[in-house]
């Protein structure tokens, strides 16, 4: 399993398969991951679907992946404020796999 650093803060996205290590050109190793971008489109729809309160970190991603537009983030939160979790709950893994040409939650 790997853990995904790619989402900034939001590091609890782990991945059962998807990647493999490979040399960069500069020689030194990295991470490859199956199609990085429909992999954050999962995360962000996991988050969307969940029936609980986003954490900071978890709202922090989804602003980054565009779906609130930064100069709207101040109205968002006065009316989100009682859906935001101010636990960072850091036992909990999001898990992911790469399965049929797309990425999947893993629950």
Known sequence: MYRYRGAGSF???HLRNGYEARRLL??????????????HRAVVTHLCEVNRSLTPKELKF????????QEDGGDFDIVIE??????????????????????FFVP
């Open 11 to 13: 590091d609890r996205v």
């Open 26 to 39: 500069s020689g030194r190793e990295g991470i490859w991951i199956e199609d990085i971008f429909g992999l």
């Open 62 to 69: 989804l602003r980054k992946e565009q779906l609130i537009a």
């Open 82 to 103: 009682h859906c935001v979790s101010s636990d960072s709950e850091p036992d909990r893994i999001l898990e992911f796999e790469w399965r049929e040409g797309r990425w």
